[in-house]
């Protein structure tokens, strides 16, 4: 597998000739760090601080502290390390060869054998978003909340998986109908150059969902795309958001389901938020806690482990496999209260809702009976819905530059943080322009984007073209202006 596409997992980076660098996702150094390098031609990384070098397999092993057999099953290759001294034990070894190694005889000790004690897991601490990225974040999110309120086929959708009108504003999820390509700068991301032009960000169309600390601050989105390439994976991980590990319901309860999709780990809380339970979405079966998630675990009187149960047949090594089960297993090593608990039918609990499945009973039943005793009455409370879009009108000049006609002076600051790209005027800005000739009005509305003050106080101009423009009346939102420009 690309070790790009893995270190991008974790941290963004940002490319410098033919490497990438940010901040080493091992020693959690500084968000603003450039000494974990990858380079993608070699398939290997090093970090100039902790030390981190390797391939794909050593930056999995490092980063999410597992062995080696492991990490080869996570990324689905081979292992053909023959000169390895744990060769012949290995179960990805001699052993899946169908060899057999011979013994050696060992004498006969009256001392019992001493285990080697397993290196103990520890949790990296989450890396946040920058606070551009979560202002921009803030006023996506509302605009797609809103936009899917409208969409009747989308929440269609999501009733059937489980997540009712109620549910859905809960969560503040978002509808995306379309691509967009915002400046990277604008939300507090590195520039990158593609053959000596400044590459723009990437925000695919589909369900946005998004994620909240405990004061209701964006820390990380992801989307679930509905128009995908074969190559596509079906969920998007928005750059620049946060690495950690979301607990939805909070970290003050008893019990712990632990899913791979974040849609299912939506409906899984909303169906059963009378119940003294939280729900982790991990995004893949192999993704590990960080600090704050897991000081939660450790205290948590029941995990039920519910990762995806897909076996299957891996066509590159001939050999059966269950990513789901696999990734499990790591989880019941860690925690003892933890079990394997996936849904009666189906892959996962999305799948098995739609199929039936009562998902609040599948989860009591995974409970001990103290959760049975003591069901707390409902707790979820639907947050208030997120402001409204201040009345205006937007279009575009002849020249190609977006602009937005306020109705209000007071609204400018809240339109410029729904259209951070758009030159936001007022209806007494617009009458200013009115009588000045093309070239002068197009000079007007660059020094504003630039500058972003109110510097439309100019003598209109006795010659040229007449700018025709909006009235300085209330504009109603729907109304499409066109600045000829």
Known sequence: MDILRIAQRYVNLSRSGARYSGPCPKCAGSAKSNKFNVYPAKNDCHCFSCGLHGGPVALLRAVENIGCADAYEQLQIDCEERDCDYWSKCRLGARANGKTVAKKKQKQSIQPPVEKPQPEYTPAAAIPPEQRWQQQATALIAKAHAA???????IDYLTQRGM?????????????????????RNW?????LKDGRVVKSFIPSGILIP??????TPMRIRIR?????????????????????????????RGVVVVESDLD????RWQCRDLDVSVIPLGTCGAKPKQAAWDFLKNALAILVAHDFEPRHNETTGHPENPGGQGARWWLKQFQRAQRWP???????????????????????????????????????TPASPAPIPAHAKGETISGHGYVIAKQAADVSDLQQIYPDHVIFTPAEIAELKGMDKTAAETILLAKKTFSGQIIKTQPLPAGQVVPTAPAAPVPETEQEELSL
Request: with cysteine; net charge negative; hydrophobic share 35%.
């Open 265 to 268: 780990a939506f409906m899984v």
């Open 225 to 253: 795309r509905n128009d995908i390439r074969p190559q596509d994976g079906r969920y998007f991980w928005l750059e620049g958001s946060g690495n950690d590990v979301p607990v939805i319901g909070g970290t003050n309860r």
């Open 211 to 216: 994620f909240f600390d405990a004061e209701r």
């Open 188 to 192: 507090g991301l590195p520039e990158k």
């Open 164 to 184: 009712p009108i109620e549910a859905i504003k809960a969560a503040q999820l978002g509808w995306l109908p379309e691509n967009r390509y915002p400046s990277r």
């Open 343 to 381: 849904v009666p039918v189906e892959k996962d609990p999305g799948e098995a809702y739609q199929q039936g499945v009562n998902i609040r009973q599948w989860v009591l039943q995974g409970l001990p009976p103290v959760f049975h005793a003591q069901i707390s009455p409902p707790v979820e409370s």
């Open 148 to 154: 899917l309120l409208d969409c009747p086929e989308q």
